[in-house]
């Protein structure tokens, strides 16, 4: 069973920062892309980020809604993920989800996290 848990999510003021992190543990796991999705009240979820390790190294992919202002990075050799979130807005209130891929192609997903940025 593999278990991901997501941390960092709080609530931050309009131009402030937050940082989430993104654990997957389970018994003889590795994590081939981790990525970030978001999710609105009344909205569909929308992807965010993501990075995917392969032989030639590590691969990085944005929303386009969020290039520029956040960064999705990963601890060598860690199934651990982190996205720095910056220049927030309101409009990036969601609940934040992690979702792990591992080598066999097997997704899961962590719990959600809650980022409120007021207006």
């Known amino acids: 069973q593999v278990q991901v848990v997501e941390s960092g999510g709080g609530m931050v003021q309009a131009g402030g920062s937050l940082r989430l992190s993104c654990t997957a543990s389970?018994?003889?796991?590795?994590?081939?892309?981790l990525a970030w999705f978001r999710q609105a009240p009344e909205k569909e979820r929308e992807f965010v980020a993501a990075i995917t390790w392969s032989g030639g190294g590590l691969t990085t992919y944005y929303g386009d809604s969020v290039k520029g202002r956040f960064t999705i990075s990963r601890d060598n050799g860690q199934n651990t993920g982190h996205l720095q979130m910056n220049s927030l807005k309101p409009e990036y209130t969601a609940v934040y989800y992690c979702?792990?891929?591992?080598?066999?192609?097997?997704?899961?997903w962590g719990q959600g996290t809650q980022v409120t940025v007021p207006s």
């Open positions: 979702a792990t891929r591992g080598t066999y192609g097997d997704d899961y």
């Open positions: 389970g018994r003889s796991f590795t994590s081939k892309t």
